[in-house]
């Protein structure tokens, strides 16, 4: 095919390198040499995406010279194209321009098919787009009598020939779709092609764009980003209630639901799908296109999500051994989860981890790319939510495991607790002398001591409803820095002489973070104070059960992924003890890591065997049957704040003076008792 | 694993030898040597598919002796199974005996899992079966705390350590009856594994029966046989009529309907799919099986009766170009074409050839083995129905056409014509010299002239009520060797004076063949012997063409696929000219071939790659575009008897005596000038 003594071409920024025959075009001569240059009309001057650069000029480092005359001229089809979109000057359709000297060619990032993808608004990593489905414009040959070969054999012959597609198959349905679409479209189609082997869709006019839907199933929300599938554009993003909340707030209660109804697994099911459905026609809508575009969803959730999303039984999630039906990734069509798409759209779940670990780990893990972590830096990811999922990565290994936290994070099981919605306090700062608090409500910018608080309150319309979870967390950790709560999470009656708000209830007190004259009173009491004890006991001791495993005795980086871990301040989280020891700059919010990971996971198919082989190497390690994992729980108890002497904690917060402990004989989980003595050791140090 | 010191195993009938540790089971044995012994139960001792008979004695061949103490002692196991099965003496159950010193064992038929199958009852050629589903007891590791892996790849990997299966992968619905399956079943389960790779159903309880449907969709009736997958037994076999035939007797006019009616298709394809549901329902019903135990459908039919099937839009296959929307197979899932069975279960369609040779004659083409047609013996293959599919085989050439024979060979268009029913005379012979008829009616044993004919006709209770093809084609053959009818094919009128059959019929005569005094009149008319003539003709034509193409003068079988082919008297055949010049004894009916091919790729996944591969070095010609086609159709007109001077034909009947041709100018087909002439030389030769 091609010799020395043909022109020698190159090309940018792969260095990809060959001889070709003179006339070859820049797109043959590409996917000769192994370039994957986008192309979706099949060299018809229509879709622009092959547009590259031809660099002209000496190249001593290659030991030619590329002029002009090295390209052949632009003809008819070309230049309408140029006239019609507006291609710089400098660019060719490699479709249409043919190699006729040595040549240096740059293709630029839109126009490589593996390009990178970076996508700030929904903070995910950069990465490398890799298609999952394509799209090829493509003229068949009409049949003649004595025509071999039916349509769907002629449309393969076609799509081989034009872009080198091999081995191709179609379903019975695409098989029909291809049938009319071919007659409709006077013999030339536009096809897409999963994982460059199977025809799952045709239309009869030129089409360049089909949509992808990346869902992250929560227990109380859905989120949801319509998507671009070629270049990876999120076009819309939402979120909706997760109507499943009816048969049970959190988890375990759905999974009674379940063993109590005989349909309850199936309502359930049908609940979720029919959210999904209206989230993604919602977004459909918001941006005018339809529906029938989408061709591919990929899914994320947490072991019970995904088990009623897919129909499979929850139950035996719901007690121990917490066996999963399937911890592979679960294809299958979107019509068979009642989903409104392309009646060829595909559905990608990712694989659940272990019996509480589950896709929504998957996609975190993909995300944040466990793989780049250095040996020696032991990163911990923690994705909090009713139950707090959480990965170590160390010395090359990758440890999960999950913590039962409880819904007090969420604000459930909190006196005046609700979910993060307008009108929620999110933030709180307590006055050290005085125990006045300063607030933020959720849907107002404003901080309560603001002159404009009341009227952008009044705006907002939504009043002072409740504490959301990194309100609970900021205001016990601010009531334990202002003395209030004590390190063994006591509210400390005595402070009721020093201010209005330490108000007695019952045998115990409660701090009133809120109390207009008339309106909703927003308490913290001694109970709720408890909750996120036990709470944030749970999840410090899954984090040091997989610490023990991975025998390491401190992490070097803790990444919160979920909404929660995206509200929560690190500086409170580190107070409060709910993570591990860690110098306060390498605390981050990692984001909805899990819906990021389900984006990367629809716009590349490399992804998914990446996260498939990922997941097969985590070690699981189950809280349950881990009696060190009770012993750090009951340890944990106590609201340390930050104890290691590499802490700058202290030169952040000032921390309340040291205390005897005294044990409660009334609690069953005594406090910790250790980590109390290090941070008076600690404060008495400074 | 083995080493020469180990003893040696060698296995009949197939040949494999190879050593083998000591205390190996000769189930493993036989696989590490590559012998595929059958065993369902997975060494349980339950199922008994793989008893193998060990030799003992002296074995010069292959210098070994082998004593009983070569194999190890019967277990209680084993010694059950043979008290409850009745299992021979000399039988060991290979998964529970095991290798002690050098054997020399039998695996017998029943054993082997690519064995033999011989079907008589439906004269399907004897062939190997390779069952595409097979079933594998296996148990699973209970879920334990810390247990890694879910249900699904637990189970994969116990079908990994005791079948050998690999890199299996499972769809959502399986994955969700595997879920309960385990657990209803106490961690062991039966599975269905299909093509070695996809588990596709999974029981609770030990199975060793999954049931296949083997079905040839003919325009007229729809024939169905109920198979046990794994025996290839034939458990029941029914008939059922098309009721498409309500939207058009014929092909084309079903294209019609479907043309003018905007769901005629859908309606079409909604009653065939509930035709093959109601007759599978029939069978399952007659044995006493459940459809829910039917995991594949393997299915045959012509191409309008292909698409209509598979609600691929059947008009482009009304006109030219005649396109088929594929000519691949097509595999489906059987709920998609509303079929109750398993809800795993497929369907495997064959592959269409060409746009009038459809998938029925793939399955000719499986059951008759053209690739054992030697070289120089020219085989023409005939499947007749509306149209006829001709293949030839040719010096290692396969050429397939379709003529339009038109209906008259079914009866339709013929004005006493009926379909092969009860009541239907099939069979006629006429007296040389009387010109009086005896003929035999479908349904009644006796000749018309029998003693015993009336009172059996008054016992089967439909009274004579028309002619069927088999019988229009042998009365008009017999009134031609009697001389009623010319080789122009005209109804000698001057005969009407010598017998009283011979009636007027406005300006032509017709041949009075049943004439009760009360009840219906079988009447032979002009237009009748026109009609067969020009469906003769065709076939005729469609033969000689392929012979063209295939440079060949002549053929050296034939064989009759089909209904009609499996009546129609070779003689008769060869007396109208139906089929080109052969030995009688060469001209054989093939059965239902299309039916048999059907049953072989249900149960053969071999032959359904291999059927895949012949047909795709099928040549296709096109009648409608060869003008030799019409100069052949135009020269087959006349009726002939037997030309070639390798005839035995004389020797069975008497041939009229030869006469003069006179054209008739009223025909726009003239007769077949140069055949009648070379009649007449023929007859004169004598």
Not at 140 to 158: I, S
Not at 330 to 349: F, I, K, M, Q, S
Not at 504 to 531: E, I
Request: aromatic residues 4%; glycine residues 10%.
């Amino acid at each position: 095919m091609s010799a020395p003594a043909d022109p020698l071409v190159i090309f940018t920024p792969s260095g990809r390198r060959g001889h070709v025959p003179p006339g070859t075009t820049l797109l043959d001569a590409g996917r000769a040499l192994g370039v994957d240059i986008d192309a979706t009309c099949g060299g018809r001057g229509i879709c622009g995406r092959c547009a590259v650069v031809p660099a002209f000029g000496s190249f001593p480092k290659h030991g030619i010279n590329v002029d002009a005359s090295h390209v052949s001229a632009e003809m008819s089809l070309e230049a309408e194209y140029r006239r019609e979109s507006g291609m710089a000057q400098d660019r060719r359709l490699s479709c249409l321009c043919n190699v006729e000297g040595d040549l240096v060619i740059d293709v630029p990032p839109e126009s490589q098919v593996h390009r990178q993808v970076v996508r700030k608004e929904l903070s995910v990593r950069p990465f490398e787009l890799d298609p999952v489905l394509r799209l090829y414009q493509v003229s068949v040959e009409p049949p003649e009598l004595g025509t071999v070969g039916g349509d769907l054999t002629r449309t393969f012959e076609a799509l081989e020939r034009e872009s080198g597609l091999e081995n191709l198959t179609a379903g019975l349905r695409a098989t029909h779709e291809l049938q009319s679409a071919l007659r409709d479209g006077d013999w030339t189609v536009t096809v897409a092609i999963r994982d460059g082997r199977e025809l799952v869709a045709a239309w009869p006019d030129f089409k360049d764009r089909v949509l992808g839907v990346a869902i992250d199933i929560g227990s109380t929300t859905i989120a949801a980003h319509l998507v671009d599938l070629a270049s990876g554009d999120v076009l819309a993003s939402g979120g909706a209630m997760n109507p499943q909340i009816r048969y049970g707030e959190d988890l375990m209660s759905r999974v009674s639901y379940a063993m109590l109804h005989a349909e309850g697994a199936a309502e359930m099911t049908k609940a979720v799908r029919g959210a999904i459905d209206k989230l993604t026609a919602t977004l459909a809508n918001r941006v005018g296109v339809k529906r029938a575009d989408i061709l591919e969803l990929a899914i994320v959730g947490n072991p019970i999500m995904h088990h009623l999303l897919l129909g499979l039984d929850p139950t035996p999630l719901g007690a121990a051994p917490f066996a999963l039906a399937t911890d592979r990734s679960v294809e299958t069509d979107a019509v068979g989860l009642g989903l409104h798409a392309h009646p060829g759209a595909r559905v990608y779940v990712l694989p659940c981890i272990a019996g509480h670990v589950g896709a929504d780990t998957a996609g975190v893990l993909l995300a944040e790319q466990p793989e780049r972590v250095a040996a020696d830096r032991p990163t911990l990811i923690v994705d909090v939510g009713t139950n707090a999922e959480l990965v170590l990565v160390s010395g090359g290994r990758l440890l999960a495991a999950s913590s039962p936290t409880g819904p007090a994070f969420e604000g459930a099981q909190i006196s005046s607790g609700q979910r993060a919605a307008p009108g929620a306090i999110e933030r709180v700062r307590i006055d050290r002398q005085t125990l006045e608090p300063r607030f933020k409500v959720i849907g107002v910018e404003a901080w309560s001591d603001d002159a404009g608080f009341e009227p952008a309150l009044a705006e907002a319309g939504t009043g002072v409803t409740g504490i959301c979870g990194s309100g609970i967390v900021e205001v016990i950790a601010e009531l334990f820095l202002a003395g209030v709560i004590t390190p063994d999470g006591t509210i400390d009656g005595s402070l009721a002489t020093r201010s209005p708000r330490i108000v007695a209830d019952g045998r115990t007190f409660s701090y009133l973070l809120h109390a207009p004259k008339d309106g909703q009173r927003v308490v913290v009491t001694q109970n709720d104070v408890r909750a996120i004890q036990l709470a944030k006991a749970a999840l410090y001791a899954g984090a040091r059960l997989l610490m023990d495993h991975a025998a390491v005795e401190s992490v070097s980086e803790v990444r919160l992924a979920g909404a929660f871990g995206s509200q929560i301040d690190p500086l409170h989280a580190l107070i409060l003890g709910l993570v591990p020891d860690c110098e306060l700059p390498s605390v981050r919010a990692a984001g909805n890591a899990a819906g990021a990971g389900a984006l990367i996971a629809l716009l590349s198919g490399a992804s998914r065997r990446e996260i498939e082989a990922t997941v097969r190497r985590v070690e699981k390690i189950e809280t349950a049957v881990e009696p060190r994992f009770q012993a750090h729980f009951v340890e944990a108890m106590a609201i340390p704040h930050r104890t290691a002497p590499t802490t700058n904690l202290a030169k952040v917060v000032e921390l309340p003076a040291p205390r005897e402990i005294e044990p409660r004989q009334s609690s069953s989980r005594p406090p910790n008792r250790r980590r109390a003595a290090t941070v008076a050791t600690a404060v008495e140090e400074r």
